[in-house]
Nanobody, 123 residues
Framework: QVQLVESGGGLVQAGGSLRLSCAASGRTFSGSYMGWFRQAPGKEREFVATISARGGNTYYAESVKGRFTISRDNAKNTVYLQMSSLKPEDTAVYYC????????????????WGQGTQVTVSS
């Protein structure tokens, strides 16, 4: 069992930066692939980034590649999403997820989800 709690969301101007954190509890965090997803109002949840269990491999959605960086600190049971050059279209609720078993972009493949944190980018 893994419990996930996101933090770090907020309101930022376009071009700004935010760092999201996802704190995990449970013995299996260090062995789990982790992912970040987001959902904007009226839209389906979409993949943002994923990272392997030891952090050596990552994969990003094209829309965020070069602007967002996913990382993890297994000693702290935490995964991060550093977001830079933010755009209004990045506005969404951001969720972290555990599981997947690989660098997977499909949300049903993930077993555990956090409650989400709101990111709002003003123009």
């Amino acid at each position: 069992q893994v419990q996930l709690v996101e933090s770090g969301g907020g309101l930022v101007q376009a071009g700004g930066s935010l760092r999201l954190s996802c704190a995990a509890s449970g013995r299996t965090f260090s062995g789990s692939y982790m992912g970040w997803f987001r959902q904007a109002p009226g839209k389906e949840r979409e993949f943002v980034a994923t990272i392997s269990a030891r952090g050596g491999n990552t994969y990003y959605a094209e829309s965020v590649k070069g602007r967002f960086t996913i990382s993890r600190d297994n000693a702290k049971n935490t995964v991060y999403l550093q977001m830079s050059s933010l755009k209004p279209e990045d506005t969404a609720v951001y969720y972290c997820a555990a599981g997947g078993g690989g660098l997977i972009t499909r949300s049903p493949a993930y077993d555990y989800w956090g409650q989400g944190t709101q990111v709002t980018v003003s123009s």
